[in-house]
């Protein structure tokens, strides 16, 4: 490929020159071997195809949306180690619970008609469907079982919800009972009170008391054992006839309304969103080949490649179903996120294709095939290299997160673009020779019949279904013909770019990217952090409404945390006592925190238990040992502390000599937003770190949490190690450094935007967001480089006539690319699951501001500043190259002004940058 620097500009085109020269070589292979390089990836892509054969959806949702290594798996790791039996055995409370998967049942049930869920019509509903529950049965192994088969029991009774212990039996007096919250007095004989704020929601009180007025929502639970791999069978079985029960029972409620959700009803989201996204890819696949077809088509039926558009939307498609497979082959799980690879991939493909097309049509029809491929391939594929390039290096940076699902999609999608450039480079390319060839021999695109061109047409239909390529007369003499340049070129350079660099035009450009920022920084300040599980499943679905509900109506009585101690403290010793007391009273006293009413301290209770037989609680070791093992946790006033206590036993095995690890438990506050869940979490680690005795804090729901922790931090940095690698690139592979600085600066401007307005467009800044704002990088990075290379590379002298040049070159691929990405994109805005949602406004914000950077702001911007980057010395280099070959005698690339020409004659004059051969 001929090149018109300066002398000056060498030092830093050596790569460039490299590549050029390559891809031309490879460009004329593929065109001289078309056959090989079309059937060659048709194999691979079969070969790969096969591994789908091996597919494995991944649908445990605490695995793929937690982050591994965090603080709050480890810690899990070590509660499971010395107090796991009360999840594993038969004996459980609720709030004792160490996974959150546990199996079970839950309802939240409200009033149809959003009223006052605590009356008498409801409540009969209420109990009725808590007795179908109870006891329907199922049939297993030839052997009938119900919920007393499989129930986790308290004192050898299936464990039953608070609120039906003490209403199920006082229905009729339900409108009637003076009902207190968020605790409950026993009536006599059982006096004293009971804890029912996680039970009931959307509670209203009398005015001045603690007398229920009226409640919104009644939360249900029925947990199942799973002590043994038989009972671990059971449970499911009992969960799948637990959501038909329930949904029969919907059917014929009139008074209530019911959400449920199961252990793995949020896995079956998950994998159920795999699948669903099968009918909007076909909408994506359909939508895009009209596009692309319509937009290869031109009034010349010789120039237009309607099955170029079509093979270019194919040969995306086969680098999807190929890494699908490679991968699948490599043991590498497919999930929810990964769904969503093929929507992005479809879309860079065609905007590969496009940018081939477009270094095609620059070229003279006079050219043979194979030395029009190589000089495609040396400026198109070169393009499409760097572009590829930089978004794979997104993928390997989103690649580092730690959060499996995220991964996999990185992974997915890097191997995806791999595929996609082998397949641009070999199969497409191949393709593009057949049709170069058909297009040389003046064969209509469709009937593949030679034809007359336009001017040589005999009448007029023929004018318009027929006719195309050059005339016969032109191929002789090897005049120029105008009609090849396509409407879109034109309208660049002859409409919008002279109207983008009017001066008023520029000033209003610059306006308008000083409100573009403003609202970019506007959005960034009020930016919404945390991903909510109710967002991992379907819009509307049971698990969506259950988990909505949940936190509309039961966050104001949080997580109940653990608090533990993991080494030996003499707790008959005051002094410990009143350490391991202060800790607690220190979380108690934050506003994240319910007060000592709903802690749970067996060493509290034992204290005081103590004070009642000696008037003290300090005493000696064994005194302490023998009456806490043998007398205070067998009276089942305080049966449940045995679950907080991890005896070390002495040679016997029976009796304590120590107590290895204690739990304590506290009631957290508020817990409406991601945000106060983190810093809720945070908050008793760092109280409980301040403890001299070593403790650490657990609740299931902390591995999740985990995820929200540096949020913000962790993406600034990471997008500055991906500025850092773009910036790189950009000054290795784009033969100018102020291309750089200007592909470096868009990329920051774009992703800053993105950021701001997704938060104005209701996402919030989460694990999946995230990771697109990443990949927004390597997608900025595609529309800036074409528009600064071109700049860098018009021959005109006036800034404002090379604005106009690299808008005639590019402008028509980008908004082509653009469009294609939105087209590929936009089924997923009508997909009924926030991560699909989130995944089209994030990344179809960086295309409309891609393209908006590309065709308006750095044009404007390069016309102001373009006296500081040297303009091409093509002149010179010209007239060396013509005395060089004699026989070259065509050019291509328009000139930006034609000359003033009476009538026709403009539209039909044409110059050319490059020499090439003459056929």
Same mark, same amino acid.
């Given at each position: 490929m001929y090149t018109h620097e300066a002398p000056e500009k060498q030092s830093y085109r050596c790569i460039d020159r490299w590549m050029t020269t390559a891809f031309y070589n490879l460009g004329k292979l593929v065109s001289r071997h078309r056959v090989f390089f079309l059937l060659m990836p048709l194999a691979v892509a079969i070969i790969c195809v096969h591994g789908i054969t091996c597919l494995h959806i991944e649908d445990d949702v605490v695995y793929l949306f937690t982050p591994q290594g965090s603080t709050g798996r480890a810690d899990?790791?070590?509660?499971?180690?010395?107090?796991?039996?009360?999840?594993?055995?038969?004996?459980?409370?609720?709030? &004792?619970?160490?996974?959150?998967?546990?199996?079970?049942?839950?309802?939240? +049930?409200?009033?149809?008609?959003? /009223?006052?869920?605590?009356?008498?019509?409801?409540f009969q509903e209420i109990v009725r469907l808590d007795e179908l529950i109870r006891t329907f049965t199922f049939t297993q192994n030839f052997t009938d079982y119900s919920y007393t088969h499989v129930c986790q029991t308290w004192l050898?009774?299936?464990?039953?919800?608070?609120? @039906?212990?003490?209403? &199920?039996?006082?229905?009729?007096?339900?409108?009637?009972?003076?009902?207190?919250?968020?605790?409950?007095?026993?009536?006599?004989?059982?006096? /004293?009170?009971?804890?029912?704020?996680?039970?009931?929601?959307?509670?209203?009180?009398?005015?001045?008391?603690?007398?229920?007025?009226?409640?919104?929502?009644?939360l249900l639970i029925y947990s199942i054992t799973r002590e043994t791999q038989h009972a671990e069978e059971l449970s499911y079985v009992w969960e799948e006839h637990f959501i038909q029960e329930v949904e029969k029972f919907i059917e014929t409620a009139e008074h209530i309304v019911v959400s449920y959700e199961t252990s793995f009803g949020l896995a079956d989201e998950v994998g159920e969103a795999s699948k669903r996204v099968i009918p909007l890819f076909v909408a994506t696949f359909c939508m895009l080949v009209v596009f692309a077809v319509g937009s290869c088509i031109m009034r010349d039926w010789v120039q237009s490649k309607p099955w170029l558009g079509l093979i270019g939307v194919l040969s995306a498609s086969l680098a999807i179903v190929s890494s699908i497979?490679?991968?699948?082959?490599?043991?590498?799980?497919?999930?929810?996120?990964?769904?969503? @690879?093929?929507?992005? +991939?479809? /879309?860079? /493909?065609?905007?590969? @294709?496009? +940018?081939?097309?477009?270094?095609?049509?620059?070229?003279?029809?006079?050219?043979?095939?194979?030395?029009?491929?190589?000089?495609?391939?040396?400026?198109?594929?070169?393009?499409?290299?760097?572009?590829?390039?930089?978004?794979?290096?997104?993928? +390997?940076?989103?690649?580092?997160?730690?959060?499996?699902?995220?991964?996999?999609?990185?992974?997915?999608?890097?191997v995806a673009m791999m595929f996609a450039y082998f397949y641009q480079i070999t199969f497409f390319g191949s393709? @593009?020779?057949?049709?170069?060839?058909?297009?040389?021999?003046?064969?209509?695109?469709?009937?593949?019949?030679?034809?007359?061109?336009k001017e040589e047409a005999p009448n007029k239909l023929y004018r318009i279904f027929c006719a195309g390529g050059v005339p016969q007369h032109d191929m002789k003499c090897k005049k120029p013909a105008s009609h090849i340049i396509h409407p879109i070129m034109v309208l660049f350079r002859d409409y919008y770019g002279p109207f983008i660099t009017k001066k008023w035009v520029k000033l209003f450009s610059v306006a308008l990217f000083a409100a573009y920022i403003g609202g970019a920084i506007y959005g960034c300040m009020h930016i919404t952090e945390g991903l909510q599980l109710r967002n991992l499943a379907r819009d509307g679905s049971p698990a969506w409404r259950f988990y909505k509900e949940l936190e509309d109506f039961f966050s104001e009585y949080g997580p109940v945390v653990s608090v533990a101690t993991t080494q030996e403290v003499d707790y008959w010793n005051l002094s410990a006592q009143n350490s391991l007391n202060q800790t607690l009273a220190d979380i108690e006293a934050t506003d994240l925190f319910h007060g000592a009413d709903l802690s749970v301290s067996w060493l509290r209770m034992y204290a005081m238990y103590l004070k009642t037989i000696f008037g003290t609680s300090e005493v000696d070791k064994d005194t302490f040992l023998n009456i806490l093992q043998h007398r205070f946790l067998t009276d089942y006033r305080f049966k449940e502390y045995e679950l907080d206590i991890n005896f070390e036993y002495g040679p016997d095995n029976v009796t304590a000599v120590g107590i290895k690890a204690s739990r304590f438990l506290v009631t957290s506050r508020n817990m409406y937003s991601a945000m106060q869940k983190r810093d809720m979490m945070l908050k008793v680690r760092e109280l409980a770190g301040q403890s001299p005795y070593s403790m650490i804090t657990f609740h299931p729901m902390f591995v999740v949490y985990d995820q929200y922790i540096g949020t913000l931090s962790s993406l600034l940095q990471t997008l500055g190690i991906a500025m850092a690698c773009m910036m790189i690139v950009s000054l290795v592979m784009i033969p100018h450094p102020v291309c750089a600085v200007f592909v470096t600066l868009c990329a920051i401007s774009i992703d800053s935007a993105v950021i701001g307005y997704m938060s104005l467009w209701g996402v919030n800044l989460d694990t999946v967001s995230v990771v697109n704002i990443i990949l927004c990088i390597g997608f900025s990075v595609d529309f800036s480089a074409h528009i600064t290379y071109a700049f860098v590379s018009a021959p005109e002298e006036n800034p404002n006539k090379r604005s106009i040049s690299a808008l005639f070159a590019v402008g028509m691929p980008i908004a082509q690319g653009a469009l294609s990405s939105m087209i590929a994109l936009s089924p997923l805005s009508t997909a009924p699951t926030y991560l699909f949602r989130t995944f089209f406004k994030t990344l179809f914000l960086a295309m409309a501001f891609g393209a908006l950077h590309g065709l308006v702001f750095l044009p404007v911007l390069l016309s102001y500043l373009g006296k500081l980057i040297p303009k091409n010395h093509f002149k010179e280099e010209d007239e060396k190259k013509k005395e060089e070959f004699e026989d070259y005698n065509i050019y291509v690339n328009y000139t930006v002004e034609p000359p003033v020409l009476a009538g026709d004659k403009k539209d039909e004059y044409f110059v050319v940058e490059t020499l090439v051969s003459t056929v």
């Open positions: 899990g790791n070590v509660f499971m180690q010395y107090f796991g039996s009360g999840d594993n055995e038969t004996e459980f409370l609720p709030n &004792r619970e160490l996974i959150d998967r546990q199996t079970r049942g839950s309802l939240i +049930i409200r009033q149809i008609d959003h /009223g006052n869920v605590l009356t008498k019509e409801a050898h009774a299936c464990h039953d919800n608070i609120i @039906m212990t003490l209403l &199920r039996d006082n229905v009729e007096y339900i409108e009637h009972m003076k009902l207190t919250f968020p605790f409950m007095q026993l009536p006599t004989p059982h006096e /004293g009170r009971v804890f029912i704020g996680n039970a009931i929601g959307g509670v209203e009180l009398l005015p001045d008391s603690n007398v229920i007025e009226s409640a919104k929502a009644i497979g490679f991968l699948s082959y490599c043991g590498l799980s497919f999930n929810e996120i990964v769904s969503l @690879m093929p929507f992005l +991939i479809i /879309g860079v /493909g065609v905007d590969n @294709m496009f +940018i081939m097309i477009a270094g095609w049509r620059q070229l003279s029809i006079y050219m043979p095939v194979h030395e029009r491929m190589g000089h495609t391939y040396s400026e198109a594929a070169v393009s499409i290299t760097i572009t590829n390039l930089t978004t794979v290096l997104a993928f +390997i940076i989103g690649a580092t997160i730690s959060l499996p699902a995220i991964r996999a999609f990185c992974i997915y999608a890097g393709c @593009m020779a057949f049709i170069g060839d058909r297009e040389a021999k003046n064969l209509h695109c469709y009937t593949c019949k030679k034809v007359l061109s």
